[in-house]
């Protein structure tokens, strides 16, 4: 997450009001975490300023209480970014789309991670038996298990790219669901001037 928008990847916005007292995460926490880390870097905060941000950070709770952290760090954006696929949709709708989004991501995350803990396992176990009689050998697994697990670690690091991505292409279908009920809707009048003639 870069200084520009720390909140771009969480699933809430703890500028908005009705986010403020739900619980923080980790993740957001790690979010305001690094945007201090980087203000520190810069110059932008001297070693005293940043302890006493850290230290309020990790004794923060809830979302609300993040923001002021990094106000005077991060430029202000509106709490609802349009994307290219937001026109005409309702902000409601469009909400509900990338929490869509966010739900597929995790989905794809847990199936990588299960993948890569099953599939090690089931190699190390066929390893272990086949070791049993002539020693242990070359412990072929690790490579099984360093190409899953840099598999795992991609999936991971493109959290925001890929529910970018898949907000975008929920939002296209939205849409196009949208053009096709408006057309149906015209075709429709412009059949009941002919069936009452």
Partial sequence: MSAGDPWAGLSHDPRAPEHA???S???????????????FADGRLDREEFDARSETLTASRTLGELPPLVADLVPPAPLHQPTPYQSGLPLEQVEAIRARAVQRYERRR???????????????TVWGVGSLGGGPGFPWPLIVLAALAAHHVRVVLERRRSIEEETGRLERKALKAQERKAL??????????????
């Fill in 25 to 39: 995460a980790q993740r957001d926490r790690d979010a305001v975490a690094q945007v201090l880390a980087e203000s």
């Fill in 184 to 197: 149906k809707a015209r075709e429709r009048e412009a059949r009941l001037p002919e069936a009452e003639a």
């Fill in 21 to 23: 007292h739900l619980r």
């Fill in 110 to 124: 847990q199936e990588s991670l299960w993948t890569l803990i099953t599939v090690s396992l089931i190699c190390f």
